[in-house]
DNA sequence: GCGACAG
DNA sequence: ATCTTGTCGC
């Protein structure tokens, strides 16, 4: 798809102070209230408006892709008229980041996409698109159209700056966006996380000084239980989900559980993890 | 100097 | 993220 802001495309290059500057112009682009073009309820198939058949797709998604893999695949017919939802997630080979992009119909997969790209700079907290972003833009170029929302890896506007990865990618594609990550990078949970939360619950997540963009108190994001023992001691942490670009915090975790299917990360975000991970091996020969 | 942080 | 055995639970 498009990038409609180039001036906000990751540079790994930028000083350290240069990507905070960024960071911070970023943010004021972002949107975080809706602007979908969705309904978040009806974001990841089957809901009120169940259609019919189903058919948890197998054999038909074949692989193509090399230095910059792609293939799509037409068939998978959901409710044409519901929402395209991407789901993106990296894994590493070597110096190279894989980004892997897969895009869902009606929860049936319609279309995915990979891209390589050499790694420039290390993890570093807090600046992470720099080091992922060029293969997430790479991946997103190869995709045949354009999703109406996408789930990323990691947080969105729970980050120092309110631009972690989901937000950067969202404000330059201008695409709406949410970011799904595993742990809390920053902000206050307004109730402790140290206990088992009930299948479905949602604990906000506000702002504190460790967010400088933001006044304290704000609702930066949520940490949701997308999945949850039921009888057994041990329990599973919560997911931590934040706004990435024109979606609110209540609509970005409403959008998380309505695609959660049984597993911790909800599906676009698992499916997206599994072929980054597939990827690998294929990958790892073409260099 | 100490603390501290997505993937 | 990545490297890996065993273990728990449905």
Do not use: W
């Not at 209230?33 to 198939?45: M, R, T």
């Not at 170029?141 to 937000?167: M, N, Q, V």
């Not at 304290?216 to 949701?224: E, K, N, R």
């Not at 919560?238 to 209540?250: C, N, Q, T, W």
């Amino acid at each position: 798809m498009r990038i409609v802001h180039p001036e906000f495309v990751p540079d790994a290059s930028l000083s350290r102070e240069d990507m905070e500057s960024l960071q911070r112009e970023i943010a004021e682009a972002a949107v975080f209230e809706d602007d979908l073009s969705v309904d978040p309820a009806a974001v990841c198939g089957d809901d009120a408006a169940a259609t019919d058949d189903e058919q948890t797709s197998l054999a038909d998604v074949d692989a193509s892709g090399d230095a910059d893999g792609e293939d799509s695949e037409d068939d998978a017919d959901a409710p044409a008229d519901s929402p395209l939802v991407a789901g993106v997630d990296q894994s590493f080979v070597d110096d190279h980041a894989v980004s892997a992009v897969v895009l869902l119909r009606g929860g049936e997969v319609v279309e995915r996409a990979y891209a390589v790209e050499p790694v420039e700079i290390p993890y570093v907290p807090g600046l992470l698109s720099f080091r992922e972003g060029t293969a997430i833009l790479s991946a997103f170029d190869l995709l045949s159209r354009d999703p109406d929302i996408a789930l990323l890896d990691g947080s969105g506007r729970i980050h120092f700056r309110e631009a972690g990865i989901a937000t950067h990618i969202g404000v330059t594609l201008d695409l709406p966006t949410v970011g799904v990550a595993k742990s809390l990078l920053c902000g206050t949970p307004r109730e402790s996380l140290d206990r088992k939360l009930p299948q479905g619950a949602r604990v906000a997540i506000e702002a504190d000084a460790d967010v400088e963009t933001a006044e304290p108190g704000t609702h930066i994001g949520d940490a949701v239980q997308t999945r949850q023992f039921e009888n057994s001691d041990r329990y599973v942490n919560p997911l931590i989900v934040s706004p990435g670009h024109r979606v609110s915090a209540d609509t970005a975790s409403d959008v998380a559980l309505a695609c959660a299917s049984g597993y911790k990360l909800p599906e676009p975000t698992r499916l997206a993890d599994k072929y980054a991970d597939d990827v690998k091996a294929d990958v790892r020969e073409n260099l």
